[in-house]
């Protein structure tokens, strides 16, 4: 995988095809290899990079990752795409991903051709359940990540076992259990809400949830 040195540390990224840009973003947990299914038939067509946030994958682990939020990702995807002089792209987001490309989009268009955004949370309020449940997962007694990836994939394919194989090694490293749980702590702060930030987004945008989705089900945020 090629590399890029930004201010929060080295970050890694593949870079398949030619074409048009698209930006993998993924998910907390998760990282770049999340997206391997898909990339056969898109690179034909497309050039496709997609990213290893700082603290996932093969990316440097950012300082102080119990203080992480999700502006922190902002900036990341903008130096990024700053020194990689991207011309305008479609950016494909899950979840945590979905969120930080919606924000690009509203705040600087000129940088987003189009967005997929997948499972992103942001677009409608908390209530008393769901910010209670950000807390317990942002807390030391939270579901591992590899009992809340279980949650998910419960059909058994090559991809979803080796997430599942990835989402247990998380628990064994302090440092990126401690930045799993402060993003999602950061779920229930002001900045993760999208829904000022979606008035403003022109590119055209299709949204995708899953119908059994146990966080961000379609009839609440979809």
């Not at 890029?4 to 074409?19: E, K, N, P, R, W």
């Not at 677009?123 to 807390?139: A, D, E, L």
């Amino acid at each position: 995988m090629p590399t890029i040195q930004l201010s929060t540390g080295l970050v890694h990224y593949a870079d398949y095809g030619q074409g048009v840009p698209m930006v993998f973003l993924h998910a907390n947990p998760g990282d770049s290899r999340d997206f391997e299914a898909v990339i056969p038939a898109l690179s034909s067509k497309y050039r496709l990079l997609v990213l290893d946030w700082p603290g996932y994958g093969q990316s440097a682990m950012p300082d102080s990752p119990q203080n992480i939020g999700v502006t922190f990702f902002y900036q990341v995807l903008r130096e990024f795409l700053t020194k990689l002089k991207l011309p305008p792209a479609i950016f494909v987001g899950n979840s945590l991903g979905g969120n930080v490309a919606a924000r690009l989009a509203s705040e600087s268009p000129q940088l987003v051709r189009g967005l997929v955004l997948v499972s992103a949370g942001g677009f409608t309020p908390h209530n008393v359940i769901t910010r209670s449940f950000c807390k317990f997962q942002g807390s030391p007694f939270a579901m591992s990540p590899y009992w809340w990836a279980r949650l998910y994939l419960h059909k058994r394919t090559p991809v979803t076992q080796a997430m599942l194989e990835r989402a247990a090694t998380l628990q064994a490293e302090p440092e990126r259990v401690a930045l799993n749980r402060a993003i999602w702590r950061s779920f229930i702060e002001p900045e993760h809400d999208l829904r000022q930030v979606a008035k403003k987004i022109n590119v055209p945008t299709l949204l995708i949830f899953g119908k059994k989705d146990p966080a961000i089900p379609p009839n609440k945020d979809g």
